[in-house]
C-alpha cells in the first residue's frame, strides 16, 4: 500500500523557520514536492525535487526562503523553511509522481494528508 505521511508542521512567530518531513511508503518515487492551500485559497505549488538531486524547482514565493531536499534513499523529502511570513499560513501537502514538471502542476499521482503550518505576525 502506498503512502506518503508528513510531518514537522507547527506554530512559529514572523521570521521563524520550519522543517516538514514526508516519508513514501510502498513506492521509490522519481519526482517528490510540496503544495499547499491556505484557509480560502485554492491548493498551490511550493517546490519539486528529482530522486537524482540537484534538479528542483520553486514557486517564486519559496525561492531564496524555502529549501527542499531528498534523503540518499529517495523515500523521503525535506522542506527547509526560514524566514516565514503570516502569508505561508497553511496546510502542506507533500506529493509524489513520475516527472518533476508534472509536480509543479499537480499532475501527480499520490497526495499526503498534510501538515499544518501556523506563522504568527
Known amino acids: 500500500q502506498v503512502s506518503l505521511v508528513e510531518s514537522g508542521g507547527g506554530f512559529v512567530q514572523t521570521g521563524g523557520s520550519l522543517r516538514l518531513a514526508c516519508t513514501a511508503s510502498?513506492?521509490?518515487?522519481?519526482?517528490m514536492g510540496w503544495f499547499r492551500q491556505a484557509p480560502g485559497k485554492e491548493r498551490e505549488f511550493v517546490a519539486g525535487?528529482?530522486?537524482?538531486?540537484?534538479?528542483?524547482n520553486y514557486a517564486d514565493f519559496a525561492r531564496g526562503r524555502f529549501t527542499i531536499s531528498r534523503d540518499s534513499d529517495g523515500n523521503a523529502v525535506f522542506l527547509q523553511m526560514n524566514n516565514l511570513r503570516p502569508d505561508d499560513t497553511a496546510v502542506y501537502y507533500c506529493?509524489?509522481?513520475?516527472?518533476?514538471?508534472?509536480?509543479?502542476?499537480?499532475?501527480?499521482?499520490?497526495w499526503g494528508q498534510g501538515t499544518q503550518v501556523t506563522v504568527a505576525s
Open positions: 510502498g513506492l521509490r518515487p522519481v519526482a
Open positions: 506529493v509524489a509522481g513520475s516527472l518533476l514538471r508534472k509536480i509543479a502542476t499537480g499532475d501527480v499521482a499520490y
Open positions: 525535487i528529482r530522486r537524482s538531486e540537484p534538479n528542483t
